[in-house]
C-alpha cells in the first residue's frame, strides 16, 4: 500500500478516498494514524492534514480525545442528500440535452452500450464504474462549474452507499432501464425530459436502499 508520489497530504487524501470506497476502510472503523502511516511509508504530519481534508468533506469523523473514525451514512443522511442531487444532476441532465454534439452523444452511446453488457452479465462492480462514467459525463456535458462542485462534494458521501442499491431484487435491471430513458431524452435534445428522466433514476436509487435497509433489520428482528 506504499505511496509512489510525493508524500503531500493531497497524494494521502487520495489514497484513503480510495480505500474507503472500495471498503478496506470500512464506515466506523477507526483510523490508526500509526498504523496507517507505516503501511503508506509517510509521516503523521501529512496524514493529519489529509485526514483533516476528508473530515471537511464528510467521509471522516473527529471526536475529540478519540481520534479519527470511517463516517457513517445515516438513513436520515441518505434521506436528505438524494432529494437534493436528483434536482442537481437532473438539471446537468437538462443542459447536457441542450448541448451535446453528435460526437458527443456517440460517446454516451459507446458508454450505455458497455452499461448494457456489464448488466445482462450481471458483473455489478464493472456496472457500476460504466454507470459513474455515464454521470460524470452528462455533468460535465451541462459545463457548469458550480453544479459540478457541489454535486461533487455530495457524491463522495453517496458514494459509501451507492453501490449496494445495485443489489436489491430487480434494481439491476431498473437502473439499466433508467439510464437508457436518460440517453433516449438526451438523443431527442429533450431537456425537460431529461431532466425529470434523471431525477426518477435518482429517486429510485434512494428507493433501492430504503428497501435493503428494511430487509436488513428484518432479517435481523
Same mark, same amino acid.
Given at each position: 500500500?506504499?505511496?509512489?508520489?510525493?508524500?503531500?497530504?493531497?497524494?494521502?487524501?487520495?489514497?484513503?478516498?480510495?480505500?474507503?470506497?472500495?471498503?478496506?476502510?470500512?464506515?466506523?472503523?477507526?483510523?490508526?494514524?500509526?498504523?496507517?502511516?507505516?503501511?503508506?511509508?509517510?509521516?503523521?504530519?501529512?496524514?493529519?492534514?489529509?485526514?483533516?481534508?476528508?473530515?471537511?468533506?464528510?467521509?471522516?469523523?473527529?471526536?475529540?480525545?478519540?481520534?479519527?473514525?470511517?463516517?457513517?451514512?445515516? =438513513? !436520515?443522511? %441518505?434521506? #436528505?442528500?438524494?432529494? +437534493?442531487? $436528483?434536482? *442537481?444532476?437532473? /438539471?446537468?441532465?437538462?443542459? &447536457?440535452?441542450?448541448?451535446?454534439?453528435?460526437?458527443?452523444?456517440?460517446?454516451?452511446?459507446?458508454?450505455?452500450?458497455?452499461?448494457?453488457?456489464?448488466?445482462?452479465?450481471?458483473?455489478?462492480?464493472?456496472?457500476?464504474?460504466?454507470?459513474?462514467?455515464?454521470?460524470?459525463?452528462?455533468?460535465?456535458?451541462?459545463?457548469?462549474?458550480?453544479?459540478?462542485?457541489?454535486?461533487?462534494?455530495?457524491?463522495?458521501?453517496?458514494?459509501?452507499?451507492?453501490?449496494?442499491?445495485?443489489?436489491?431484487?430487480?434494481?439491476? =435491471? !431498473?437502473? %439499466?432501464? #433508467?439510464?437508457?430513458? +436518460?440517453? $433516449?431524452? *438526451?438523443?431527442? /435534445?429533450?431537456?425537460?425530459? &431529461?431532466?425529470?428522466?434523471?431525477?426518477?433514476?435518482?429517486?429510485?436509487?434512494?428507493?433501492?436502499?430504503?428497501?435493503?435497509?428494511?430487509?436488513?433489520?428484518?432479517?435481523?428482528?
Amino acid at each position: 500500500m506504499r505511496l509512489v508520489h510525493s508524500s503531500l497530504h493531497d497524494d494521502v487524501a487520495d489514497r484513503l478516498r480510495e480505500l474507503i470506497f472500495a471498503g478496506e476502510l470500512a464506515p466506523g472503523s477507526f483510523l490508526d494514524e500509526v498504523k496507517l502511516a507505516g503501511e503508506l511509508a509517510i509521516s503523521r504530519t501529512p496524514l493529519r492534514e489529509a485526514l483533516k481534508v476528508l473530515t471537511a468533506e464528510g467521509l471522516v469523523r473527529h471526536e475529540p480525545r478519540r481520534g479519527c473514525f470511517v463516517a457513517e451514512v445515516t =438513513e !436520515q443522511d %441518505l434521506d #436528505e442528500i438524494f432529494p +437534493v442531487i $436528483a434536482l *442537481l444532476e437532473g /438539471r446537468c441532465a437538462y443542459e &447536457a440535452a441542450r448541448n451535446a454534439s453528435d460526437t458527443d452523444l456517440q460517446a454516451l452511446e459507446a458508454l450505455h452500450d458497455k452499461l448494457s453488457r456489464h448488466a445482462k452479465a450481471r458483473r455489478i462492480n464493472d456496472y457500476y464504474a460504466a454507470n459513474f462514467a455515464i454521470h460524470e459525463a452528462i455533468i460535465k456535458l451541462a459545463a457548469n462549474h458550480w453544479l459540478a462542485q457541489v454535486i461533487t462534494g455530495l457524491r463522495k458521501i453517496v458514494k459509501l452507499a451507492r453501490l449496494q442499491q445495485l443489489h436489491a431484487p430487480g434494481r439491476l =435491471e !431498473q437502473s %439499466l432501464s #433508467e439510464h437508457l430513458a +436518460v440517453f $433516449a431524452a *438526451l438523443k431527442a /435534445r429533450d431537456p425537460e425530459g &431529461a431532466e425529470a428522466a434523471m431525477r426518477t433514476h435518482l429517486t429510485r436509487q434512494r428507493g433501492a436502499l430504503r428497501e435493503l435497509a428494511r430487509n436488513q433489520r428484518s432479517r435481523l428482528a
